[in-house]
């Protein structure tokens, strides 16, 4: 059998360490080019989200307004999806309905 040197350890060594690093910063580079592919998905995705989002409030108020009868979980639902609208950059007429309900005190 062969002696293995301390100079081929070493150079086994950096070897991996530079394959290692290579692959890195493939993956990187992949994962740049993945992310700006997928961002006007990712655009279209959270537009249409404030949009689903806006109907439903604007119907969950509306319905609050003229005091029709809202049981527990969609109370839930209406905190849960106001949350989220604002998560994605919802502001406007929904936040002014909700101030004057809860003024109202029917919120």
Same mark, same amino acid.
């Given at each position: 059998?062969?002696?293995?040197?301390?100079?081929?350890?070493?150079?086994?060594?950096?070897?991996?360490?530079?394959?290692? *690093? #290579?692959?890195?910063?493939?993956?990187?580079?992949? +994962?740049?080019?993945?992310?700006?592919?997928?961002?006007?998905? +990712?655009?279209?995705?959270?537009?249409?989200?404030?949009?689903?989002?806006?109907?439903?409030?604007?119907?969950?108020? #509306?319905?609050?307004?003229?005091? #029709?009868?809202?049981?527990?979980?969609?109370?839930?639902?209406?905190?849960?999806?106001?949350?989220?609208?604002?998560?994605? *950059? *919802?502001? #406007?007429?929904?936040?002014?309905?909700?101030?004057?309900?809860?003024?109202? *005190?029917?919120?």
């Amino acid at each position: 059998m062969e002696n293995i040197t301390l100079g081929q350890i070493a150079t086994a060594f950096a070897f991996l360490i530079g394959l290692i *690093g #290579s692959i890195e910063m493939l993956m990187l580079r992949v +994962n740049k080019k993945i992310t700006k592919i997928l961002e006007p998905i +990712n655009k279209k995705i959270d537009n249409l989200e404030l949009t689903t989002d806006k109907n439903f409030l604007v119907r969950f108020l #509306s319905d609050v307004e003229q005091g #029709s009868q809202i049981d527990e979980i969609e109370w839930e639902r209406f905190y849960e999806t106001y949350k989220r609208y604002h998560d994605l *950059g *919802g502001n #406007s007429y929904i936040d002014h309905k909700v101030s004057k309900l809860k003024k109202e *005190g029917k919120i």
